[in-house]
Every structure is written in C-alpha cells, then in structure tokens.
C-alpha cells in the first residue's frame, strides 16, 4: 500500500479513535480530561510501537501506525484549545496545571512504552 495511502487509511482510524475518547470524556466530566487521556495514552503508544517497529522490522508500517493512527489519534492543538478555553474562563491555575500534567506525563508516558517495547522487541 502507498505510503500516503498508509497515513491516511490511519489518520481516518486515529481521529475517530480521539473523537471517541473526547466524547466519553465530556460525559464524565467537564474538564478537558480527553485531550490529557488521549496525548498521554498517544505517547505510551508512540514509545511502544517505535521500539516495535524498529526492534521486528517493521518500518514499513511506520506510516500507518506512527503517522497515521497515532497521528491522527494525538494532538496538540486541541490541548492547545482547551488550555485557552481555562484560561479564558478564568482557571489561570488549572490551565497551568494542565499544561505541566499534559507534558509531564507524556514524557513519561513515551518513556514507558519505549522501555516496555524496548524490554519485549529487544
């Protein structure tokens, strides 16, 4: 399958993946807890796959699963959106906290998944 093919086929199934989670989210809460659910799971799956892919040979997925799905399936711009939105409506703090949550545990999500696949592939 072409390569762009590949990106797309998975950004379709990624974006739909975080419209699910969004959804479920906002029935739970009213905080932007999906976007923080869907960037830290994101990052545990980009370290796990990375060191998958890159441990079995299997780079030539890299654009469905990496790009595409995981691309799809993370973003920034509506973390970006929703840390606004707080500090728009007056939750300088929680903004803030959300900002650290976001990107510490993403780091240390990524961290993980790349451990754990390293220990599993390697």
Request: include cysteine; glycine fraction near 16%.
């Amino acid at each position: 399958m072409n390569n762009f093919l590949q990106v797309a086929v998975g950004g379709a199934v990624g974006a739909t993946a975080r419209y699910g989670v969004t959804i479920l989210a906002g029935r739970l809460t009213t905080l932007p807890l999906g976007t923080l659910a869907v960037n830290v799971t994101g990052c545990f799956a980009m370290g796990l796959l990375a060191a998958g892919l890159a441990f079995r040979g299997g780079q030539h997925l890299a654009p469905l699963l990496l790009t595409g799905v995981l691309g799809g399936y993370t973003t920034f711009s509506a973390f970006s959106l929703d840390t606004l939105t707080l500090w728009e409506r007056g939750a300088a703090a929680l903004a803030l906290g959300y900002v650290a949550a976001s990107v510490l545990l993403s780091l240390m999500a990524v961290t993980a998944g790349l451990a754990l696949g390293r220990g599993i592939f390697a």
